[in-house]
């Protein structure tokens, strides 16, 4: 099976900065559509970025701030969150799927448990 690990989750100022990271393992990493997502209780779970052979996508909310990239040795995806916002403060989640990147949650297959953002004020 398909696993994914996230870690990087913490406590954060407003302005500062924090990276997460995403170990995968069970599948031909290489290969993956990645993404990162996030959600608050109560609602629904939101794009933030993707990465694939064929580019990046960004949410408008985190362009400028965030930037996604891949390690393919060490099979590992991360997202550099820099300029946090109070508005960031969410779970975190990894997903994976085969074929290209995807900004639709229902696109991916496999997802990792989360790890807690929270950037105060």
């Known amino acids: 099976q398909v696993q994914l690990v996230e870690s990087g989750g913490g406590l954060e100022q407003a302005g500062g900065s924090l990276r997460l990271s995403c170990a995968a393992s069970?599948?031909?990493?290489?290969?993956?559509?990645m993404g990162w997502f996030r959600q608050v209780p109560g609602k629904e779970r939101e794009f933030v970025a993707a990465?694939?052979?064929?580019?990046?996508n960004y949410a408008d909310s985190v362009k400028g701030r965030f930037t996604i990239s891949r390690d393919n040795i060490k099979n590992t995806m991360y997202l550099q969150m820099n300029n946090l916002k109070p508005e960031d403060t969410a779970v975190y989640y990894c997903a994976a799927r085969y074929g290209t990147y995807s900004t639709s949650r229902a696109d991916y297959n496999y997802w990792g448990q989360g790890t807690q953002v929270t950037v105060s004020s």
């Open positions: 990465i694939a052979w064929n580019g990046e």
């Open positions: 069970g599948g031909t990493f290489s290969i993956f559509a």
